[in-house]
């Protein structure tokens, strides 16, 4: 498992931080994501609130993943060939938007809306209470969630601060 290189590695690290980013958020988010997924299925016929939560949790399960996805497979691999460019001492390879700004001001706007799926699931959940004699299971799950909810706002502080902002300034850099 990848562990976290140093935020001040300048350009060198952003393929390595790249990689961190996948091997270790994205990986610990994606089991979160099974997880609250296999604990919620069998509550499907307890009623409220099951119906709403399963519902809004599938939306926000489906959002992430396409999240994941466009992180892995437009922004990381142009992200490695800026730093392989800075490393190798070239100038700014082409790549398939005018700037890094287009993707990052798109990733962060998909942030803001995981805190809003989150917030509704909040709402719903009457902030990950239990219900009333729901018994182990509910809890099971909502601890499940509670701990989705801790990795993805780690994964958002991670990339808004320190992805994000390296990227950018690697650009930059290269002219
Ligand atoms: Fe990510
Ligand atoms: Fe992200």
Known sequence: MADLPSPHGGSVALDKL?????????????????????????????????PEVIEQYGELAHFLELHLSKEENILFPALVSLAEAAR?????????????????????GEHARLHELLDRLRVTTAGLAVPVDAGERWRHAYEALAALDATLAEHVRFENEVLFPQALEVERQLG
């Open 18 to 50: 790249c990689e961190y980013a996948t091997a270790r958020r994205h990986h610990d988010i994606r089991l979160d994501l099974q997880r609250v997924a296999d604990l919620l299925a069998p509550l499907a016929d307890n009623g409220p609130p099951a």
């Open 88 to 108: 190798a001492g070239q100038p700014r390879p082409p790549l398939p938007f005018p700037s890094v700004l287009n993707p990052v001001r798109l990733l962060e």
